[in-house]
């Protein structure tokens, strides 16, 4: 049982890139999903969740009109698309994944405070020229 975070890599400023976190062991479709980031030596901050049972997503304000996250329930995996990156974006990307919330917990954004089952292992993103 585990999750797998993938996708990150060195992309130019105003790059796109896809983050994949994949469930293994367990139906990852009944699971909210929260995508949190961490910068050494700063605390980790929630960036988006989709909630469980293809419920509604949430993006965070520094995400906000760039980030987009969806599932593909077929593949067990939950997406996190970012646009138009700059080096603020600099970061180790986790994704974690939760049974049993609420809705409303993903949207208002208290997902992110909540105890998470399962965490995928972190995905390097640089954003540099």
């Known amino acids: 049982v585990q999750l797998q975070a993938s996708g990150g890599g060195l992309v130019q400023p105003g790059g796109s890139l896809r983050l994949s976190c994949a469930a293994s062991?367990?139906?990852?479709?009944?699971?909210?999903v929260g995508w949190f980031r961490q910068v050494p030596g700063k605390e980790r901050e929630g960036v988006s969740c989709?909630?469980?049972?293809?419920?509604?997503?949430y993006v965070t304000e520094s995400g906000k009109g760039r980030f987009t996250i969806s599932r593909d329930n077929a593949k067990n995996t939950v997406y996190l698309y970012m646009n138009s990156l700059s080096p603020d974006d600099t970061a180790v990307y986790y994704c974690a994944a939760v049974y049993g919330t609420s809705w409303d917990m993903c949207t208002s954004g208290a997902l992110f405070g909540n105890e998470f089952e399962y965490w995928g292992q972190g995905t390097q993103v640089t954003v540099s020229s």
């Open positions: 062991g367990f139906t990852l479709q009944y699971y909210a």
């Open positions: 989709i909630a469980s049972s293809d419920g509604p997503t």
